[in-house]
Structures are given as structure tokens and as C-alpha cells.
């Protein structure tokens, strides 16, 4: 079992669609980190957080850290918004990052 | 400062040659780290670097790679005797650093992607 999981795999929505993707882990961190990744582009960091929630424009994060588990919402989604998601966390007593295997969403006008 | 910067973008080179690739973090970031992606798979970590000082290294890099940043700044990743196996996106990110944690998240480079033939 990774200790990163994320779902769906795929995603495929309608323009103007609510989205959620999901990410659970297994071991104990200080913060979970979204990243946005184009085909064959770098990686954005979206969202840093280590609770409750938080929100840049359409995109709206959540954690719960007691129930290992963390969401990413898209509102209004919108074909641009077309690209892999991935949930990152760092476990406690080290600084490097462990990945999902990303969300691959396809928003469709 | 317009980011992480990686050089070059794309290299091809064949089996058994040495490729070096070069990043240029944040300039105030402390941070730097090294992360290999393969096709259809999440990132996995190679290594990383607080200042001038390598702190962790995966198991992941055989006794071909190595990696520097001299300087606290730049670092550099040097493959050898490069094998077909090492054919993957290198992802270079950085980050701002206190008391152990991450203060503000990870800013990635666009990435260097290395084709052995």
C-alpha cells in the first residue's frame, strides 16, 4: 500500500462542474502539499497547508490531520484546468516530499 | 527572480556517456532538492541539499549519480555511464527553511528531461 493515495485516478467533468479530489496518507506529517502538474510541464505548488482550509480563487483545500485525509475542490472548473493533481506530504523527521500517483483531470466545454 | 531555473530542458545522450544538469534555485531559499519522475508516475526524491551541506540521499541513486551545490546556490546533478533505466523527467525544486520545517511550500523548475538511446 502507498503511503500516499489519491482518487480518482481519472477524472473527466463538463465545464462549470464542482470537482473534489482526494488524498489519504499514512504516516504522520506537519503539512500536506497540491500540486498542479501540465503534460510535459513542471509542477505548481497550489497549496501548503497543515489545517482546516484554504482558498485562491477557484481552487479551495481541505485537511483533516486526525482522519489522515485531505481534499482538493475545483468550483466553476474550466477546460484550463485540464492537468494531473498531486497530493504531497512530508513525513515527520524528514524534509523530502512523498507523492501521490496523481489525479489526471480532463474538463471538457 | 523569475523561479527555479533548470538547464538544459531536454538532453538525448547514449548509453555510457556522463550528462550533467544544472538548477538555479530562489536565490533566499536554503533549500534545494532533487526528484526524479518517470512516465505515468508521482515524483520520487534523489536528494537535497540545506545551504552548501547534502543532508539526505535515496537509495535511489546508485554510485553513478552524484550531486553538489558548492556555493549554497546552484547545484548540479551528474549522471555516469548513463543506462536506458535513467531516461526520466529530473525535477529540481527549492524551499524556504526554518527551525527544520517548510515555511512556505516548494517552487519547482519545469524540469530536465533525459532520453538515454
Known amino acids: 500500500k502507498n503511503e500516499v493515495e489519491q482518487s480518482p485516478q481519472n477524472l473527466t467533468a463538463q465545464e462549470g462542474e464542482f470537482i473534489t479530489i482526494n488524498c489519504s496518507y499514512s504516516?504522520?506529517?506537519?503539512?500536506l502539499h497540491w500540486l498542479q502538474q501540465h503534460p510535459g510541464g513542471g509542477i505548481v505548488s497550489l497549496f501548503m497547508?497543515?489545517?482546516g482550509k484554504k482558498k485562491h480563487g477557484r481552487l479551495i483545500a481541505t485537511i483533516n490531520i486526525q482522519e489522515k485525509h485531505s481534499s482538493l475542490h475545483i468550483t466553476a472548473s474550466h477546460p484550463r484546468d485540464s492537468a494531473v493533481y498531486i497530493c504531497a506530504v512530508p513525513p515527520r523527521a524528514t524534509n523530502k516530499l512523498i507523492f501521490g500517483t496523481g489525479t489526471l483531470l480532463a474538463v471538457q466545454p | 527572480d523569475t523561479g527555479v531555473s533548470q538547464d538544459p530542458r531536454h538532453k538525448i545522450t547514449k548509453r555510457g556517456q556522463n550528462v550533467t544538469f544544472r538548477c538555479d534555485p530562489i536565490s533566499e531559499h536554503n533549500r534545494l532538492y532533487w526528484y526524479r519522475q518517470t512516465l505515468g508516475q508521482g515524483p520520487e526524491f534523489l536528494t537535497y541539499?540545506?545551504?552548501?551541506?547534502?543532508?539526505?540521499k535515496s537509495r535511489l541513486l546508485s554510485d553513478r549519480f552524484s550531486a553538489e551545490r558548492p556555493k549554497g546556490s546552484f547545484s548540479t546533478l551528474e549522471i555516469q555511464r548513463t543506462e536506458q533505466g535513467d531516461s526520466a523527467m529530473y525535477l529540481c525544486?527549492?524551499?524556504?527553511?526554518?527551525?527544520?520545517?517548510?515555511?512556505?511550500?516548494?517552487?519547482f523548475g519545469s524540469g530536465t528531461r533525459l532520453t538515454v538511446v
Open positions: 525544486a527549492s524551499s524556504l527553511a526554518g527551525t527544520g520545517r517548510d515555511l512556505y511550500g516548494y517552487t
Open positions: 497547508l497543515s489545517s
Open positions: 504516516v504522520g506529517i506537519s503539512a
Open positions: 541539499f540545506q545551504n552548501e551541506a547534502q543532508l539526505e
